[in-house]
C-alpha cells in the first residue's frame, strides 16, 4: 500500500475493530451501565480498566497508522487489565465477608436483610471488576494480534 495516504487498509482494519468494541462499550453504556457501576462497583477498578483499555487502544492505533513494531508495554497493558480485575475480585470478596459478617443477628429480621445487602454489594465488585478485566483484556488482544499480523503481512510484501 502507498505509505502516504492516510486511511491505508491496515489503520481501517484495525479502526474497524476498535468501533465494534466501542459500539458494545456504548451498548452498555445505553442502558445505564454507568449507573449500575456505580451502584455495584466499590471499589472503582471497572472504571481504570476502561480506561486502560481506551488509552492502550489509542496507541495501538497510533502505531498501525505509523505502521510501528507492537510495544511490550501494550502486551503489559492488556495483562493488566486481568490483574486488575481479580484484584478487584480479592477486594470484593473482603468486602463481602468482612463487615456483612460481623453485624449477623439472626434472631433480628433487618440487621440480616443488612448483611445480605452487604454481602450482594461485595460479590457485584467482585464479579464486575473481573469481567471487564476480561473483556478489556480480549479486546486489547484482539487489537495487539491484529496489529502484529498486519505488520508481519506488510513485511512480507
Known amino acids: ?3 502516504g495516504t492516510f486511511m491505508h487498509t491496515s489503520f481501517l482494519k484495525w479502526w ?7 459500539i458494545f462499550l456504548g451498548v452498555f453504556i445505553f442502558f445505564d ?3 449500575y457501576i456505580l451502584k455495584n462497583d ?3 477498578l471497572c472504571f481504570i480498566v ?3 483499555w481506551l488509552f492502550s487502544s489509542a496507541l495501538i492505533g497510533k502505531n498501525i497508522f505509523k505502521q510501528q513494531k507492537t510495544e ?4 503489559f497493558a492488556a495483562d493488566s487489565c486481568i490483574t486488575i480485575g481479580m484484584i478487584g475480585t480479592v477486594l470484593g470478596f473482603i468486602l463481602m465477608l468482612g463487615e456483612s459478617l460481623v453485624q449477623i443477628d439472626p434472631s433480628n429480621t433487618a440487621s440480616m436483610k443488612t448483611a445480605i445487602s452487604e454481602m450482594a ?7 464486575l471488576t473481573t469481567l471487564t478485566g476480561l473483556f478489556a483484556n480480549l479486546f486489547l488482544r484482539s ?6 499480523k498486519l505488520i508481519s503481512d506488510e513485511a512480507q510484501q
Do not use: C, D, H
Not at 487489537?143 to 502484529?148: G, R, V
Open 50 to 52: 476502561t480506561f486502560v
Open 143 to 148: 487489537q495487539l494480534e491484529l496489529q502484529e
Open 121 to 127: 454489594k461485595g460479590m457485584s465488585t467482585a464479579l
Open 1 to 3: 500500500p502507498y505509505r
Open 42 to 44: 466499590r471499589t472503582f
Open 72 to 75: 511490550n508495554y501494550l502486551w
Open 33 to 35: 451501565g454507568i449507573n
Open 16 to 22: 474497524l475493530l476498535f468501533v465494534l468494541q466501542a
